[in-house]
């Protein structure tokens, strides 16, 4: 799949660590990569859904824009890699764009991403389509609407490589998860240990919030179940 750089790493992870990173949330999974040393892994709050209800989990194929001033020479470039990299995407991954301020996204290349069985897409750029997206419900995470064609004016320049996305840097295979509160990466290598942490967490968060709504005192029930 990639053009730029080295082949797509292996998929090492547990078959359902998708599955159960989909079931916490942003802000439990932030503060467990916090507690492993992983303190800047939130994106920038330009980073929005495109509906409040919209959340996806996935693994993150990272694309790298670039500004543009004409179209390519030859028409049969047009959105190359940007449809490159579209035809690859293989079930659960998530588009995530590089910091680009044009419009990168639209209703036609969502519609073909879902066909393949992916995620959604996360970029540091624009998308159009805006009501289309919304009501296919796909999951669009972006730092602004802009109608706006990419062509002439910004293009895919490479896939798979480590990118910067809302401050954020992202690789290939890193996992993702994108509610509401925002957008959080999870580097590979501490993805499962994340999960797992934040598994336990929300169950003492659990506990907490029952241990309060009985009329516990906040700071006992701090002291008791350590989380806040």
């Not at 507690?35 to 209800?53: F, H, K, T």
């Not at 639209?106 to 750029?125: C, M, N, P, Q």
């Not at 309060?212 to 005192?217: C, T």
């Amino acid at each position: 799949m990639t053009s730029d750089s080295a082949a797509r790493p292996a998929r090492s992870e547990a078959p359902d660590l998708v599955d159960r990173l989909g079931a916490l949330y942003t802000a439990v999974v932030a503060d467990c990569l916090d507690g492993l040393g992983a303190r800047r892994q939130v994106m920038g709050s330009q980073i929005r859904p495109l509906d409040p209800a919209m959340r996806l989990a996935g693994r993150a194929v990272t694309l790298e824009l670039a500004f543009v001033d004409a179209p390519p020479a030859d028409p049969r470039d047009n959105y190359r890699k940007e449809l490159e990299a579209v035809a690859a995407l293989e079930p659960a991954d998530v588009l995530v764009a590089s910091t680009c301020h044009g419009s990168f996204w639209g209703e036609l290349l969502a519609t073909a991403s879902r066909a393949r069985g992916a995620h959604g897409v996360i970029a540091d750029a624009y998308t159009r389509d805006t009501s289309m997206l919304v009501e296919m419900g796909f999951p669009t995470f972006v730092a602004g609407v802009n109608a706006e064609d990419s062509l002439g004016r910004l293009e895919v320049t490479a896939i798979g490589i480590p990118i910067s996305c809302a401050g954020v840097r992202v690789h290939t295979g890193d996992l993702v998860l994108a509610d509401r509160d925002g957008v959080v990466v999870l580097p590979s290598a501490l993805a499962a240990q994340a999960i797992e942490a934040a598994e336990n967490k929300v169950s003492r968060e659990d506990g907490m919030r029952d241990a309060l709504a009985a009329g516990m005192p906040v700071t006992e029930a701090f002291r008791r179940f350590k989380v806040l």
